[in-house]
């Protein structure tokens, strides 16, 4: 399955962003998926999945519950809406997906898509 991750900018801190997962190829509904993030100087990071149904949902701890993950099969995208942001949100974006359950670890992941850079100003 090809990914193509899009809806990045810049934003103030408070603002919302909703990225977008955009697949094609294979049958997206048969894959879990999942976004991480990676900002300059540091490892990329989990930031949510999402199981091939949209049913199960687990996020990073970090995030306080401003962001939420979901999918629509029929439409073959993913989603992340990002609200309460803050600098340190800032990061290139990855959405990922794999043939079995969603985890954290982004190694375990197949298909990625080619990142959309967010950039939350103080």
């Known amino acids: 399955v090809q990914l193509q991750a899009f809806g990045g900018g810049l934003v103030q801190a408070g603002g919302s962003l909703r990225l977008s997962c955009a697949a094609s190829g294979r049958t997206f509904g048969r894959f879990s998926m999942g976004w991480f993030r990676q900002a300059p100087g540091k490892e990329r990071e989990f930031v949510a999945h999402i199981s091939w149904n949209g049913m199960i949902t687990y996020y990073a701890d970090s995030l306080e519950g401003r962001f939420t993950i979901s999918r629509d099969n029929a439409k073959n995208t993913g989603y992340l809406q990002m609200n309460t942001l803050k600098p340190e949100d800032t990061a290139v974006y990855y959405c990922?997906?794999?043939?079995?359950?969603?985890?954290?670890?982004?190694?375990?992941?197949?298909?990625w898509g080619q990142g959309t850079q967010v950039t939350v100003s103080s």
């Open positions: 990922a997906a794999r043939p079995r359950a969603g985890v954290r670890d982004w190694e375990l992941y197949t298909y």
